[in-house]
C-alpha cells in the first residue's frame, strides 16, 4: 500500500498552490527526456545517480509509526513515500526492504 503521492498538475497553481519547483520542472518533461538529460545508458539502470542528477533527496525510513497509524497489518506496508518540501523534493524507502528492491521503490516513487 502506498501511503503517499506527491502529484503536480496545472490545477494546483490555477488554484493558488504552489507545487515544489523540481516537480514542476520533472513534470515538464516525458520519461524519455528524464533518462535522456540524466541517465548514462548503463544496464541495469542507476536510479540512485538519476535522482542525484535531479537533485532529489533520498534515504531510508522506518515507517512502523506511520503503518501503525494507518492500521496496516500482514503483507501490508509502506514501501516508499514521496515528499516536498519547499522548492526540495525527496523520496524516502522502508528500512524493511532488501538492497534489490531499492532501486524500484526509487524508480516507482519517481515515477508519481
Known amino acids: 500500500m502506498e501511503a503517499f503521492m506527491c502529484i503536480y498538475s496545472p490545477e494546483y497553481e490555477r488554484g ?11 513534470c515538464s518533461l516525458t520519461p524519455n527526456k528524464i533518462l535522456e ?6 544496464i541495469p539502470v542507476d536510479v540512485i545517480s538519476i535522482l ?3 537533485g532529489i533527496h533520498f ?10 497509524s494507518l ?3 500482514g503483507e501490508d506496508a509502506v514501501l516508499g513515500l514521496s515528499f516536498a518540501i519547499g522548492d526540495e523534493l525527496g ?3 522502508s ?4 538492497s534489490d ?6 524508480a516507482h516513487e519517481l515515477g508519481h
Open 16 to 26: 493558488g498552490v504552489s507545487m515544489c519547483k523540481k516537480i514542476r520542472e520533472i
Open 37 to 42: 538529460k540524466h541517465w548514462d545508458g548503463k
Open 52 to 54: 542525484s542528477n535531479i
Open 59 to 68: 534515504g531510508e525510513k522506518n515507517f512502523k509509526l506511520l503503518e501503525d
Open 71 to 73: 492500521k496496516l497489518t
Open 91 to 93: 523520496i524516502l524507502y
Open 95 to 98: 528500512i524493511q526492504i532488501n
Open 101 to 106: 528492491a531499492i532501486n524500484y521503490v526509487l
